[in-house]
């Protein structure tokens, strides 16, 4: 079975710094693509990151690009993103996905174009 649980999520204040996790289960890591999605409150989902399975893709919205870094531990089955500055807007729920030619493309696409998802976890940005 697949699986993608994301982790690190929390309170944070404005200009302050989350990591988060993403830890793989039941597929090779190196073999994927990965993303991070996230969803505002009375928003659409969007991506803002992913890198493909071979690493050779990278690729962030310009709304995080310069805060927010992802990077892939395959030895740990675990994919993070780094966010930094982080402000009221980057309030949402934060999700994962998996997909085998995932971001092959230059960008996350839609989120129909990944296969596996995370259940998501929460940050939230005080003023």
């Known amino acids: 079975q697949v699986q993608l649980v994301e982790s690190g999520g929390g309170l944070v204040q404005s200009g302050g710094s989350l990591k988060l996790a993403c830890a793989v289960s039941?597929?090779?890591?190196?073999?994927?693509?990965i993303a991070w999605f996230r969803q505002a409150p009375g928003k659409e989902r969007e991506g803002i990151s992913c890198?493909?399975?071979?690493?050779?893709?990278?690729w962030y919205a310009d709304a995080v690009k310069g805060r927010f870094t992802i990077s892939k531990d395959n030895s740990k089955n675990t994919v993070y993103l780094q966010m930094a500055s982080l402000k009221p807007e980057d309030t949402a729920n934060y999700y994962c996905?998996?997909?085998?030619?995932?971001?092959?493309?230059?960008?996350?696409?839609?989120?129909?174009?990944?296969?596996?998802w995370g259940q998501g976890t929460r940050v939230t940005v005080s003023s």
């Open positions: 996905a998996a997909d085998l030619y995932g971001c092959r493309s230059g960008s996350s696409g839609g989120d129909h174009s990944w296969l596996h």
């Open positions: 890198v493909s399975r071979n690493n050779g893709v990278t």
């Open positions: 039941g597929f090779r890591l190196d073999s994927y693509g």
